[in-house]
């Protein structure tokens, strides 16, 4: 068989990470037809198809998710392998990909990333914004950001910030339509702005007072999946809106907000930074997990878990 070029894996597992010739295209920076004419090129030569394409959607076959399963390991390899060089550099290069939450990207993420990035003007950061949990290795992420308490156990981690409280707000406008609520079970009798994972599912608003804890189910016209867009509907008059304390204490303190049950507000796990364990991290990794490290709070750092130590 004649030999494949390697440039055109490259291009067919950065097509099967994004799920799209065009999205792929514009990382690469090509036309997608071009990538199209690579992708149809690589299945001739290996006579099998490896993508299922529609107009709205691409595809591994099980022939294409079996050859991302074994080249996927070793393309990452090679880019560690360049890493590496950094070593002979005075200064770590390259890019570092990070997925994260909005509100943590918001909150904690991008000002650790724009003090780096003056650190090492060498480097590139890529946050892609995602509420949703991902594969990190095979979506080809360095890293991602998430409450500590959904990060998956084989994942090394490191705290960016304090744990986050909770905060349920409206209007002042908003309250003098509605009763103030004087009990998490109240917010059934008043409009709120209901919060719906990508997944579907929908949050429900958690309290806790005395050792007791509650979940409720609230109701409303407006359903949103974004918490700042939520805010932004609160500051408007539409409801009530779970946010967190970060996010709104600015708001509170102008009088724009009203915030209600705050005895009832429970504390949540602060973000954390995660990657994947591995004997040798790349070094423009290890510079960002060690800056990121130095910039956490006191308060963060005395909340360190145990496997959080490995970091």
Same mark, same amino acid.
């Given at each position: 068989m004649k030999r494949i070029e390697p440039n055109h894996l490259a291009i067919f597992l950065t097509i099967a990470r994004h799920g799209s010739f065009r999205r792929a295209a514009d990382e690469i920076g090509v036309t997608p037809s071009a990538l199209s004419h690579v992708l149809r090129a690589l299945e001739e030569h290996l006579g099998v198809r490896l993508l299922n394409r529609t107009t709205r959607s691409v595809a591994l076959t099980e022939a294409g998710e079996r050859l991302r399963a074994r080249v996927a390991p070793a393309f990452r390899d090679i880019d560690d392998a360049l890493d590496d060089l950094n070593t002979f550099r005075d200064t770590p290069t390259g890019r570092l990909r990070i997925n994260a939450a909005r509100p943590s990207t918001q909150m904690v993420l991008l000002p650790i990333v724009t003090r780096f990035l003056a650190a090492f003007p060498g480097v590139n950061v890529d946050i892609v914004v995602n509420n949703a949990l991902v594969d990190m290795v095979s979506s080809g992420f360095d890293a991602g950001v998430?409450?500590?308490?959904?990060?998956?156990?084989?994942?090394i981690t490191v705290p960016l910030g304090p744990p986050q409280r909770s905060a349920y707000v409206? $209007?002042?406008?908003?309250?003098?339509?509605?009763?103030?609520? $004087?009990?998490?079970?109240?917010l059934?009798?008043?409009?709120?702005?209901?919060?719906?994972?990508?997944s579907g599912r929908f949050f429900a608003w958690e309290f806790e007072r005395d050792?007791?804890?509650l979940?409720?189910?609230?109701? @409303?016209?407006l359903t949103l999946g974004e918490q700042d867009l939520a805010v932004q509907a609160a500051?408007?008059?539409? @409801?009530v809106a779970f946010a967190f304390e970060g996010q709104v204490a600015e708001l509170i303190d102008q009088g724009r907000l009203v915030r209600v049950l705050e005895e009832w507000c429970p504390y949540y796990p602060g973000f954390h930074l995660y990657y994947p364990s591995r004997r040798q991290l790349p070094t423009t990794l290890r510079a960002f997990v060690d800056f990121a490290r130095s910039s956490a709070t006191p308060s963060a750092l005395s909340t360190r878990s145990g496997r959080d130590q490995s970091a």
């Open positions: 998430r409450f500590g308490d959904v990060v998956a156990q084989d994942m409206a $209007s002042p406008e908003f309250f003098r339509r509605y009763p103030t609520p $004087s009990t998490p079970d109240e059934k009798n008043i409009p709120c702005i209901k919060f719906r994972f990508e050792g007791v804890e979940s409720v189910e609230v109701s @409303g016209q500051l408007d008059g539409a @409801g």
